[in-house]
Nanobody, 123 residues
Framework: QVQIIESGGGLVQTGGSLRLSCFAF????????MGWFRRAPGKERQFVAG??????????EDNVSGRFTISRDNARAKNTVSLQMDNLKPEDTAIYYC??????????????WGQGTQVTVSS
């Protein structure tokens, strides 16, 4: 079973930046494919960004591409992923969930979820 711990989030004005971090750990010691989803008020959960286990392939939802950057440095901290969010907009307001996926091709079908962290962008 994979455990996921998220940090970051908070309240920011339109155009501001926030950084989310996530740490995943389990019993196997493997390096995970990881990503972020979000759920805005009254909407379905939505894929935001994902990264492969080596950190050299990333994928983004169209509305955040160019504003959000997902990254990892396995040499420094195994299974720790960051999501840098710049030029935030009110429509980015949501609960953000860190996830672990079974493979890069299945980024949008994660098998483990964090508890979520609130991001609120004021206009």
């Amino acid at each position: 079973q994979v455990q996921i711990i998220e940090s970051g989030g908070g309240l920011v004005q339109t155009g501001g930046s926030l950084r989310l971090s996530c740490f995943a750990f389990g019993s196997t010691g493997e390096i995970y494919v990881m990503g972020w989803f979000r759920r805005a008020p009254g909407k379905e959960r939505q894929f935001v960004a994902g990264i492969n286990w080596r950190g050299d392939r990333t994928d983004y939802e169209d509305n955040v591409s160019g504003r959000f950057t997902i990254s990892r440095d396995n040499a420094r901290a195994k299974n720790t992923v960051s999501l840098q969010m710049d030029n935030l907009k009110p429509e980015d307001t949501a609960i953000y969930y860190c996830v672990v996926a079974p493979s890069y091709s299945k980024l949008r079908s994660p098998t483990s979820w964090g508890q979520g962290t609130q991001v609120t962008v004021s206009s």
